[in-house]
């Protein structure tokens, strides 16, 4: 039986643009459905525009729970939110927001806790090894803010642009002295590192570039992604094929799904 919709029904949100590819939704709604929750989640489409005028709606509603920040938003809704805490001010991102009892609203950024949690269930534990992230957007840069405290061995994060990248370095090197890290522009070599993620949007469309070259790669470097669909985007097809180790986009969303459920204080 569905649930019914009704006047005391809490409305939790994933705001992204486009909105197309948004998957939080279904899981959500099939948890509160389980939990026998008077909740729905729904997709919130917001152009970058729009962001701080939705920002200002969602704090005039009263039955709203939270909402998950996605792309390209992760970086504008910390400066919209009241309370930023201290991982996703080490991004410089928030990737989920919620209401506080007195009208104010705190931000969280839990996406590199679901990357490292689903590469170290699914592939190895990062301790000791060498990471390039591509990208430093909103999901690259708490990936790189949790790889760097995870007591990995090296870290070079890239980016077009690579002023926001340095700040990101900058801050990753504060909060961890003894961390080698270094930054690259467009186009990384991957050759010689453990891990390589690809934390950009490219690999949502067909005919999008690869971040990296995938022909060299060496050894056995893992490819992980953050796109989550399509699921086996073109750079993991590309990885796999040449006998690497893939990890999908899809994990960073199922391994921090319960820390999300227990942000918007709907589990223990």
């Known amino acids: 039986m569905k649930p019914v919709i009704s006047g005391t029904t809490k409305v939790f949100g994933v705001v992204a643009h486009p909105i197309d590819h948004v998957r939080v939704q279904f899981l959500f709604n099939e948890y509160f459905e389980k939990e026998g929750m008077d909740a729905v989640f729904i997709p919130v489409h917001v152009k970058p525009e729009n962001a701080a005028k939705a920002m200002e709606g969602f704090k005039a509603l009263s039955n709203f729970g939270g909402m998950v920040i996605t792309i390209p938003h992760k970086v504008t809704f910390m400066d919209l939110v009241d309370e930023v805490l201290p991982t996703a001010k080490l991004a410089g991102a928030t990737n989920i927001i919620r209401p506080e009892d007195d009208g104010t609203w705190t931000g969280n950024n839990l996406d590199g806790m679901g990357f490292v949690n689903g590469l170290a269930d699914q592939i190895f534990s990062p301790k000791g090894k060498s990471f390039l992230v591509v990208g430093t957007g909103g999901a690259g840069s708490a990936i790189a803010a949790t790889l760097a405290q995870s007591g990995i061995s090296r870290l070079t994060i890239s980016d077009l642009d690579t002023a926001r990248a340095e700040a990101l370095a900058e801050r990753l090197r504060g909060a961890v002295p003894d961390l080698p890290i270094s930054v690259e522009g467009a186009g990384p070599n991957p050759a010689g590192y453990d891990v390589v993620v690809n934390a950009t949007p490219l690999g949502m469309h067909e005919e999008d570039p690869m971040p990296i070259d995938p022909n060299l790669l060496e050894g056995d470097t893992v490819v992980a992604e953050v796109v989550q669909v399509p699921p086996v ?21 199922d391994y921090q799904f319960i820390e999300m459920a227990r942000f918007f204080r709907t589990a223990e």
């Open 233 to 253: 985007t073109r750079l993991l097809k590309e990885a796999e094929a040449r006998g690497h180790r893939t990890l999908q986009g899809g994990s960073m969303l």
